[in-house]
Nanobody, 115 residues
Framework: QVQLVESGGGLVQPGGSLRLSCAAS????????MGWHRQAPGKQRELVAV??????TYAESVKGRFTISRDNAKATVDLEMNSLKPEDTAVYYC??????????WGQGTQVTVSS
């Protein structure tokens, strides 16, 4: 069974940085797209960033601060988060899309931005 496992979450002060990593149990070249969503308490899950082929897309709220990247050799997709704000506090979920199949989700990792 294909699995996605996130890591790298934690507590960070405003203005700080964190790097999230999503490791797949299979080669990520089978996925048409991979990305990150987040869900804050009391809010709907929202797209943060997606990488599809050689293209990347970001939510307006994170543009210029977050960078998504993939490493096919390591089967990982990372999210580098800089200049973090309290409003970035959420559970971050990795996902992967396969052609003609359901979306895969990781279990989530908590990111808390607080002084």
């Amino acid at each position: 069974q294909v699995q996605l496992v996130e890591s790298g979450g934690g507590l960070v002060q405003p203005g700080g940085s964190l790097r999230l990593s999503c490791a797949a149990s299979v080669s990520i070249t089978i996925f048409s797209a991979m990305g990150w969503h987040r869900q804050a308490p009391g809010k709907q899950r929202e797209l943060v960033a997606v990488i599809r082929g050689g293209s990347t897309t970001y939510a307006e709220s994170v543009k210029g601060r977050f960078t998504i990247s993939r490493d096919n050799a390591k089967a990982t997709v990372d999210l580098e988060m800089n200049s973090l704000k309290p409003e970035d506090t959420a559970v971050y979920y990795c996902y992967a899309d396969r052609p003609f199949d359901v979306r895969l989700w990781g279990q989530g990792t908590q990111v808390t931005v607080s002084s």
